[in-house]
């Protein structure tokens, strides 16, 4: 009996007939396919896959079958950087800058993140949850069973508090995996202009305690950057995150090399996303300690960015490379985890199986989530996207058109455009 078959069928509760599985079992190496394929699911898990010519005897009475009908079947996608919780939106600034107006001009017009932190502080907690429920329903329909959102437009306590609570709303109202990540240390708040280092007292002595205790967050993230925060003020959060048991993640290296990936290699970060400024010696400490690079194609093209990710060098070193929308309202207001696979390919240079990679397992690495979520794998989540495609790599060749024919999370068919 071989290790596919070594679940007794009779605790099958679904079985998917007639399927070609592209199980990214290999991470960015292949598609891991298996074709002519079936899949059984058991309590929420993967119990059986393989050839359906090996498909072992079952009770036709005791799981409820569906036919693929040849379809593909690939993990679900993990969207692993996302700000899908914010007040109000930042079109009037768009419109400027294509009028010409400098970065400087829009903030002295009350533009910019301060101008997002304060559309997100005054709203309310049902408010901020209207605005992000579409946001993230956009993502689930195109295929997304889990999804990172980051705090990071409150700035204060109560504010930082408001936007993880939405985040663990919109978990309770879509069939979607979120995890939180609490970003205090985004930006500098107005009322603390020249004063960064109080800032991060604040965010590590009462934000980070607070957030710690009542479970509010998955993992901590800091904005390390000569706009944002210096490598001394991000070890100080980092500190503190991992004093409280709370794994850390980065923005770093995105518009200048600080050395802010090499700092959160140091922690054992789960990622350092952005990185277009990356040099050899950050992707070293990376591949040392594991952190995955996670590469955020829609803020590149929405800002014109010119300076590309080191890809070689990330593939040199056997990096793993996420992909991910980056959605929020000033740098990336973009909610299609698909024209992400395509920019990944156009903009990036990544191949296809590289960017599905970047959206299934090597996402679900990202979030701390790889033993669990982003391969089709005995044991594994049953979360998993059926395609109306001929092979993989048209995920990553075509976007507009949604060929996403069913969805199941948890073992549940969460959604179904088969009937």
């Known amino acids: 009996m071989t290790m ?25 190496s292949s598609y891991g396919i298996i074709e002519h394929a079936a899949l059984a699911i058991a309590e929420g898990k993967i119990v059986w896959l393989g050839k359906m010519q090996d498909l072992p005897d079952y009770d036709e009475q005791q799981p409820q079958v569906f036919d693929g009908k040849g379809a593909w079947l690939t993990p679900g996608l993990v969207d692993c950087h996302t700000h899908l919780v914010y007040g109000g939106n930042r079109a009037n600034e768009f419109e400027m800058r294509l009028q010409g107006a400098s970065y400087q001009e829009i903030a002295e017009a009350g533009g910019g993140i301060v101008s997002t932190v304060a559309a997100t502080r005054a709203a309310s907690e049902q408010a ?50 979120v995890k939180r990540t609490f970003l205090g240390a ?75 990936s090499a700092l959160a290699a140091k922690y054992q970060a789960l990622s350092a996303d952005h990185i277009e400024y990356l040099d050899e010696a950050g992707v070293n400490a990376m591949a040392t300690s594991g952190t995955t690079a996670v590469l955020l194609p829609g803020a590149f093209y929405f800002l014109r960015e010119k300076q590309l ?33 395509n920019m990944a390919c156009t903009l990036f240079q990544l191949t296809p199986v590289e960017a599905l990679a970047g959206v299934t397992c090597n996402g679900a690495q990202a979030l701390g989530l790889g ?29 507009g058109v949604n060929p996403l024919v069913a969805l199941i999370q948890n073992g549940k068919l969460v959604i179904n455009h088969q009937a």
Not at 8 to 27: E, F, H, K, R
Not at 196 to 222: G, R, S, T
Not at 372 to 397: H, M, R, V
Request: glycine residues 6%; hydrophobic residues 45%; aromatic residues 8%.
């Open 186 to 260: 985004h930006a500098l708040p107005v009322e603390y202009k020249g004063r960064a280092d109080d800032y991060i007292e604040l965010v590590c002595q009462e934000m980070l305690p607070i957030i710690a205790k009542e479970k509010l967050a998955d993992a901590v993230d800091v904005f390390c950057e000569s706009v944002g925060f210096s490598l001394e003020q991000t070890q100080r959060v980092f500190a503190k995150a991992k004093a409280l048991e709370l794994p850390v993640k980065i923005h770093a290296e995105q518009l200048s090399n600080l050395g802010g």
């Open 309 to 341: 990710p080191p890809i070689e060098l990330l593939r040199k070193y056997k990096v793993p490379m996420a992909i991910a929308t980056d959605a929020n309202p000033g740098s990336s207001p973009i909610h299609s985890l698909q024209l992400m696979l």
């Open 371 to 399: 033993q669990t979520k982003g391969k089709i794998a005995l044991g594994y989540d049953a979360d998993f996207a059926l395609w109306n495609i001929s092979q993989p790599a048209e995920l990553c060749y075509q976007f």
């Open 128 to 177: 901020l949850f209207d605005a992000a429920l579409p946001r993230l329903k956009c993502l689930f329909e195109q295929g997304v069973t889990c999804v990172e959102i980051k705090s990071g437009y409150g700035l204060n306590t109560d504010t930082e508090i408001k936007m993880l609570k939405v985040a663990e709303k919109l978990a309770e109202t879509l069939p979607v995996t």
């Open 4 to 28: 596919q078959q070594a679940i007794n069928s009779t605790s099958w509760q679904t079985l998917w007939l007639n399927v070609n599985i592209a199980s990214m079992n290999d991470g960015a």
